[in-house]
């Protein structure tokens, strides 16, 4: 069960005048410890906790590597992970460089499995009122959407190299507006940098 609260606030952007609004955000847990999920890996797999904790290491160390290499990384039972970064866009090749950079991220993409369990768990909704007070109860009738990174606002690597000077549209769970083309890392398996990769300089 995924918890949702649910919380009444100000969300007036105009001084002395308060208008209220329910806005939804997860209710976060605390952060576990990776010794808490190795013990528990060990547990499951029967596997010594020394020689899951070096696995983990040794594959924390490869992912970084690769992914910075370029790589689009897979994610045993998770996915896969690679770097972009957000960026403008210009039509000159003269203003390319490394200033249009604006952000450097990290983009995961959930593994079919992944996507399913998300898809098929509950969420179940707490609502507050603006003195902290629960007012409302709620198992959501959402439409199970997952959304994927790889769809919508990143779309096609080809297509944003072809138009390097269309603007594409935020993401819905990113909040920073887009300044221009996202241009992605990765070339799933490539070979070091390519032209939608790290910029070099």
Same mark, same amino acid.
């Given at each position: 069960m995924i918890q949702i609260k649910a919380k009444?606030?100000? /969300?007036?952007?105009?001084?002395? /005048?308060?208008? &209220?609004?329910?806005?939804? #955000?997860?209710?976060?847990?605390?952060?576990?410890?990776?010794?808490?999920?190795?013990?528990?890996? @060990?547990?499951? #797999?029967? !596997? #010594?906790?020394?020689?899951?904790?070096?696995?983990?290491?040794?594959?924390g160390e490869v992912i970084r590597t690769w992914a910075t290499e370029g790589?689009?990384?897979?994610?045993?039972? &998770?996915?896969?992970?690679?770097f972009g970064v957000r960026?403008? #866009?210009v039509q000159s090749v003269e203003d390319v460089k490394t200033s249009l950079i604006s952000a450097r991220r990290v983009i995961f993409t959930?593994?079919?499995?992944?996507?399913?369990? &998300?898809?098929? +768990?509950?969420?179940? !909704?707490t609502c507050y009122d603006k003195d902290g007070k629960i007012v409302k109860r709620?198992?959501? @009738?959402?439409?199970?959407?997952?959304?994927?990174?790889?769809?919508?606002?990143?779309g096609s690597q080809n297509t944003q190299n072809n138009q390097s000077n269309?603007?594409?549209q935020n993401e819905p769970s990113d909040p920073e507006p887009s300044t221009g083309g996202d241009n992605?890392?990765? $070339? $799933?398996?490539?070979?070091?940098? +390519?032209g939608d990769g790290w910029e070099e300089g």
């Open positions: 009444q606030q100000n /969300v007036s952007f105009e001084k002395n /005048v308060e208008k &209220l609004a329910f806005v939804l #955000s997860a209710h976060l847990y605390n952060t576990l410890d990776t010794n808490k999920v190795i013990e528990e890996a @060990a547990k499951r #797999s029967g !596997i #010594s906790e020394g020689v899951i904790k070096a696995a983990w290491d040794a594959a790589h689009n990384v897979p994610l045993p039972g &998770l996915g896969s992970m690679r960026s403008k #866009s959930p593994s079919k499995e992944v996507k399913d369990e &998300l898809q098929a +768990t509950k969420i179940a !909704i709620v198992t959501s @009738a959402d439409t199970n959407d997952v959304e994927d990174p790889e769809e919508g606002s990143e269309q603007n594409t992605t890392g990765g $070339n $799933n398996g490539g070979g070091g940098n +390519t």
